[in-house]
């Protein structure tokens, strides 16, 4: 069983191997399912109906060891994903933040995309949790015939959460915002006018600073906005748009917008565009992205992300004779650390005029 898991993992990540390219490894991983299931080239479909629900628990399972670390790579800028047991109480130690640590915690209350601010009474953090379902269009037929790679369904699977924890995690940080201790926290407490943002920016950069290394998190077009001056243009102005360094140039050049600024790394949040109406207006999947800048102190990550028990694929029939199997994971986001990172919130065009 441990080098069926290996293959389907190296498989699911399309990953190729010292025996296999990343093409090869799909078809070892599905010749493998195919011999714990029993099947072979002559199995027929039906035969493939018989054993699914065997099929998808291996998948299951390969699946389930990869998520955490894959998430972890994503959100690890400014999240923690910690796994736990089915059967454990979903705590978070933040003991290390020491005397500085958080005076507040938001999670997810019981009504549903409610937040809630809590007083933080020691050095544990208690995180709500409840199912997380995404879905994915596929038989096993399909992936035995090579129509799906098993790559492509994880890919599947993979985003899906990823997009809803991102959502969850974008909501978290702007509702600590609105209700965090001005005593304690670095938030700007009106709208920064684009112009203004590195202004913005250098007076909550010290406050975040004594929490962790300060960094960066905002949107493509937001983060084009900042730059950095030179050394005897600090007592000067400058206008936006201005890259008198050629290390910022060059980040430009290559990557839309300056990697670093005054010691802080610059990291995109990124977006999905979900639709463009008739009237060529863009439907993004985080309609706010644009109105916000976190600076957060990265190296203590206050996002807090907790996956319970074990991922369950779940058949789900459709009458009209389409298949498809549902994801389910326990999870929770919650935000550990929500008075030592700043908001700054931009202020709309005509409101800055």
């Keep these: 069983m441990t080098d069926l898991k290996n293959i389907l993992i190296n498989a699911l990540q399309g990953r190729a191997t010292t025996e296999f390219s990343a093409d090869d490894v799909n078809t070892a991983a599905v010749k493998a399912i195919m011999a714990e299931c029993g099947l072979d080239e002559n199995s027929n479909a039906r035969d493939y109906r018989a ?16 998520l955490p670390k894959k998430l972890q790579n994503v959100l690890g800028g400014f999240a923690e994903v910690r796994t736990f047991p089915r059967d454990a ?8 933040i020491g005397k500085n640590r958080a005076k507040l915690t938001i999670s997810k209350g019981a009504r549903a995309g409610i937040y809630r601010a809590a007083r933080l009474a020691n050095k544990y953090f208690s995180l709500p949790t409840s199912v997380w379902t995404v879905a994915v269009y596929v038989t096993l037929e399909e992936i035995i015939l090579g129509t799906m790679s098993l790559a492509e369904l ?5 985003e899906g ?26 938030i700007k407490p009106e709208a920064t006018p684009i112009e203004s943002l590195t202004d913005a920016i250098d007076e909550v950069m010290p406050l975040v600073k004594q929490y962790g290394i300060p960094t960066i998190f905002g949107s493509y077009s937001t983060l084009q906005h900042i730059y950095n001056p030179t050394a005897d243009q600090f007592a000067g102005s400058l206008v936006g748009g201005n890259y008198p360094n ?5 980040d430009v050049r290559e ?3 300056v990697q670093v ?9 990124p977006n999905y565009l979900i ?12 309609k706010d992205l644009d109105k916000y800048v976190f600076v957060l102190p990265s190296d203590i990550r206050p996002v807090k992300i907790a996956m319970k028990g074990e991922l369950y694929l779940q058949k789900n029939g459709h009458a009209v004779g389409s298949e498809k199997w549902e994801a389910h994971k326990i999870m929770g986001v919650g935000l550990a650390m929500a008075n030592n990172y700043a908001v700054i919130e931009i202020a709309d065009d005509d409101s800055s005029n």
Excluded: T
């Design 255 to 257: 990557k839309g917008f």
């Design 246 to 250: 050629s290390q910022d140039s060059m």
């Design 275 to 286: 639709d463009i109406p008739v009237d060529g207006k863009a439907e993004w999947f985080i």
């Design 51 to 66: 054993v699914e629900e065997k099929a998808f628990a291996l998948i299951e399972e390969s699946i389930d060891e990869i």
């Design 154 to 158: 994880y890919a599947n699977v993979l």
């Design 89 to 96: 109480e979903v705590v978070f130690n933040i003991e290390k």
């Design 261 to 269: 600024y005054k010691g802080a790394r610059c990291v995109e949040l």
């Design 161 to 186: 959460f990823e997009e809803e924890i991102y959502k969850e995690v974008f909501k978290a940080l702007v509702s600590g915002a609105s209700k965090l201790d001005g005593r304690y926290n670095a």
